[in-house]
C-alpha cells in the first residue's frame, strides 16, 4: 500500500511539474489566434479601411502584457496610415535585430467571396479572412512571441524590433519607406526577418521545404508612348500610334533578358535539384556550372516561376489608345511591368527597352509610379545570404520538421525588403507558415492558413527569435 501511495505522489508530482507547461502553451495557441482573428476583422484595405486602429490594437496588447509604453509607437504621416514599432529591450551586446510583417491588406470584395473576407472564420482546419496569409498571420505571430517573451521576463542579448507597417500592398510612401526617411533610428538594425516573404512550401500535403528569401526583384514600370496628328478615320494613314505601339509590344514580348545567377538562385538551384527527381533534378544541377548548361536552360524557362528566377523579365500590363471610334489615333499607350534581378540599374533596362522597340517614334520612359509620377529609384544590392540567419533557420527547422530541406530563395513578386535592401538593412523573408503550392490563395478570394501550420508557424518564431538574440555559451 505504501509502494502504491509513493508512486500515486510522485505521478502527482510530475503532473504538477507538467501543467504549468502545458498551460503555457496552450495559453499561446488562444493568444495567437485571437490577435490573428483581431487582425482580420480590421479593414486595413486602402479604399475603406485604415491601418492605423490595427497598429493601436496591437499596442495595447503590448503594454498590457508590460512592454514600456515608451517602446511601443503608433507613428504614420497620417491618421490612416500608422505603423507600429515595438521594442524589446536587450542587454547591447549586439546590433538590434528588426522582425516585419505589414498590416495593410488588398481589396476583398464579399460578392467575390463564399465567407466574409473581414470576418473571421474558423472551418475544416482553415482559418479564413483576408489577410490570414498577406500577411496578418505574420503580424500575429509576431506579436504573440513578443508578449510571450516579456510576459517571461526575457532578456536578448541584442533589442528586438517588431515593426508592422502600411503601404505595402499600395507602395505608398507611409509604411517602411516613410519609417527609413523620417524614423530610422526606431528600426535601425544590422538585418531584418520579414515574415512577408520565404513562404514554406506543402505539396500534396506534405512538407516540401523550408525557405529563406534572401532577395527579391524590383518591379518598375515603364510607359511606352506614340502620338499623331489625327483625322477622319475614313482616310487612313500608315502612321497610326496604335500600330507603332502594337509593333513595339511585339518586339518587346519576342524578346529575352539574358540568364543572370547569384549567389541566392545558385543555391537554390543546387538544393532543390535535391528536391526534384528526374529531368528536372539534372537540369536544375545543370545551370550551375559557367557557363550553364543551354539545353537545361531552355527546358527550364518553360516554367514561368522558373525563368523568372534566371533573369529580368518584362511584360506589358496595360494598353490604351485613341479618343474615338471614328477617328484616327493621337495617342497611344503602354505600361511595360518588368522585374529586375537584384543590381540591375532600372535606367539600363530603360535603355535595353528603348534598343528592343527600335523605333525613335515611340518613347520609353520610366521609371514610374503606378499614379504615373516620377519616383526616385535606388539600385538594390545583389543577393546574398546572412550565415547566422541560415544556421538558425536550419537548426530550428531540424528540430520542428526533421528532413525538410532549408532553401534559399529569390523573391519574383515585392516586400518591405525592396526598401530596406537599398537602405542598408539587409532583409531575409522567412514565413514560419508551410502553404499550398498549388492553392495560393494570397490577394485572392476565400484567402486562407491551415490552423496547424499557423501554430507551428508561432512555435517555430519563437524558437528562432530566442536562438537569434542569445549568446552561445562556449565549450568549456
Same mark, same amino acid.
Given at each position: 500500500?505504501?509502494?502504491?501511495?509513493?508512486?500515486?505522489?510522485?505521478?502527482?508530482?510530475?503532473?504538477?511539474?507538467?501543467?504549468?507547461?502545458?498551460?503555457?502553451?496552450?495559453?499561446?495557441?488562444?493568444?495567437?489566434?485571437?490577435?490573428?482573428?483581431?487582425?482580420?476583422?480590421?479593414?486595413?484595405?486602402?479604399?475603406?479601411?485604415?491601418?492605423?486602429?490595427?497598429?493601436?490594437?496591437?499596442?495595447?496588447?503590448?503594454?498590457?502584457?508590460?512592454l514600456p509604453a515608451e517602446d511601443v509607437v503608433v507613428i504614420g504621416p497620417d491618421d490612416r496610415h500608422g505603423n507600429?514599432?515595438?521594442?524589446?529591450?536587450?542587454?547591447?551586446?549586439?546590433?538590434?535585430?528588426?522582425?516585419?510583417?505589414?498590416?495593410?491588406?488588398?481589396?476583398?470584395? +464579399?460578392?467575390?467571396?463564399?465567407?466574409?473576407?473581414?470576418?473571421?472564420?474558423?472551418?475544416?482546419?482553415?482559418?479564413?479572412?483576408?489577410?490570414?496569409?498577406?500577411?496578418?498571420?505574420?503580424?500575429?505571430?509576431?506579436?504573440?512571441?513578443?508578449?510571450?517573451?516579456? +510576459?517571461e521576463k526575457y532578456r536578448p542579448d541584442r533589442d528586438l524590433i517588431v515593426a508592422l507597417t502600411a503601404g505595402e500592398?499600395?507602395?505608398?510612401?507611409?509604411?517602411?519607406?516613410?519609417?527609413?526617411?523620417?524614423?530610422?533610428?526606431?528600426?535601425?538594425?544590422?538585418?531584418?526577418?520579414?515574415?512577408?516573404?520565404?513562404?514554406?512550401?506543402?505539396?500534396?500535403?506534405?512538407?516540401?521545404?523550408?525557405?529563406?528569401?534572401?532577395?527579391?526583384?524590383?518591379?518598375?514600370?515603364?510607359?511606352?508612348e506614340a502620338t499623331d496628328r489625327g483625322g477622319h478615320s475614313s482616310m487612313p494613314r500608315k502612321e497610326n500610334p496604335i500600330y507603332r505601339i502594337a509593333a513595339a509590344l511585339s518586339r518587346i514580348s519576342a524578346f529575352e533578358f539574358?540568364?543572370?545567377l547569384n549567389e541566392v538562385t545558385r543555391l537554390y538551384f543546387d538544393r532543390m535539384s535535391g528536391v526534384e527527381t528526374g529531368q528536372l533534378a539534372a537540369d536544375m544541377k545543370g545551370v550551375a556550372p559557367t557557363p550553364p548548361d543551354p539545353a537545361a536552360l531552355k527546358r527550364l524557362a518553360e516554367s514561368p516561376y522558373v525563368n523568372a528566377l534566371l533573369r529580368t523579365t518584362c511584360v506589358s500590363t496595360r494598353l490604351d489608345g485613341g479618343h474615338a471610334d471614328n477617328a484616327l489615333p493621337q495617342r497611344a499607350r503602354a505600361i511595360v511591368n518588368c522585374r529586375l534581378l537584384p543590381g540591375?540599374?532600372?535606367?539600363?533596362?530603360?535603355?535595353?527597352?528603348?534598343?528592343?522597340?527600335?523605333?525613335?517614334?515611340?518613347?520609353?520612359?520610366?521609371?514610374?509610379?503606378?499614379?504615373?509620377?516620377?519616383?526616385?529609384?535606388?539600385?538594390?544590392?545583389?543577393? +546574398?545570404?546572412?550565415?547566422?540567419?541560415?544556421r538558425v533557420v536550419e537548426g530550428v527547422s531540424r528540430e520542428i520538421w526533421p528532413g525538410v530541406p532549408v532553401v534559399p530563395t529569390m523573391e519574383t513578386g515585392g516586400t518591405d525588403g525592396y526598401y530596406l535592401r537599398p537602405a542598408g538593412i539587409p532583409t531575409f523573408g522567412v514565413s514560419g507558415v508551410f502553404i499550398d503550392i498549388d492553392d495560393v490563395r494570397a490577394h485572392g478570394r476565400d484567402e486562407r492558413v491551415s490552423i496547424d501550420s499557423f501554430h507551428e508557424g508561432v512555435d517555430f518564431y519563437y524558437r528562432l527569435i530566442r536562438a537569434l538574440s542569445t549568446t552561445p555559451r562556449r565549450a568549456r
Open positions: 500500500m505504501k509502494t502504491r501511495l509513493v508512486a500515486l505522489a510522485i505521478a502527482v508530482s510530475f503532473a504538477a511539474a507538467a501543467a504549468p507547461a502545458l498551460r503555457a502553451e496552450d495559453d499561446v495557441r488562444v493568444l495567437a489566434r485571437d490577435i490573428l482573428k483581431q487582425l482580420i476583422e480590421i479593414d486595413t484595405t486602402e479604399a475603406h479601411g485604415s491601418t492605423t486602429p490595427a497598429a493601436r490594437a496591437m499596442a495595447e496588447r503590448l503594454k498590457a502584457a508590460g507600429l514599432v515595438a521594442r524589446l529591450r536587450g542587454t547591447g551586446a549586439r546590433r538590434p535585430l528588426l522582425f516585419a510583417a505589414h498590416l495593410d491588406v488588398v481589396e476583398a470584395k +464579399r460578392e467575390d467571396w463564399t465567407v466574409d473576407p473581414f470576418r473571421f472564420l474558423e472551418k475544416d482546419g482553415w482559418y479564413y479572412g483576408r489577410g490570414t496569409t498577406d500577411i496578418k498571420d505574420g503580424a500575429a505571430i509576431l506579436v504573440a512571441n513578443l508578449i510571450r517573451l516579456v +510576459r500592398e499600395t507602395g505608398i510612401a507611409d509604411g517602411i519607406e516613410w519609417l527609413l526617411t523620417e524614423k530610422r533610428p526606431l528600426i535601425d538594425a544590422v538585418y531584418c526577418v520579414n515574415t512577408d516573404g520565404g513562404d514554406f512550401q506543402l505539396k500534396e500535403g506534405r512538407r516540401r521545404l523550408v525557405a529563406i528569401q534572401a532577395s527579391e526583384k524590383l518591379s518598375v514600370n515603364y510607359r511606352l539574358p540568364v543572370e540591375s540599374d532600372p535606367e539600363d533596362v530603360r535603355k535595353t527597352l528603348a534598343r528592343v522597340v527600335g523605333d525613335d517614334s515611340v518613347s520609353v520612359t520610366g521609371p514610374i509610379s503606378e499614379w504615373e509620377k516620377p519616383r526616385e529609384r535606388v539600385v538594390a544590392p545583389p543577393a +546574398r545570404m546572412e550565415p547566422e540567419l541560415q
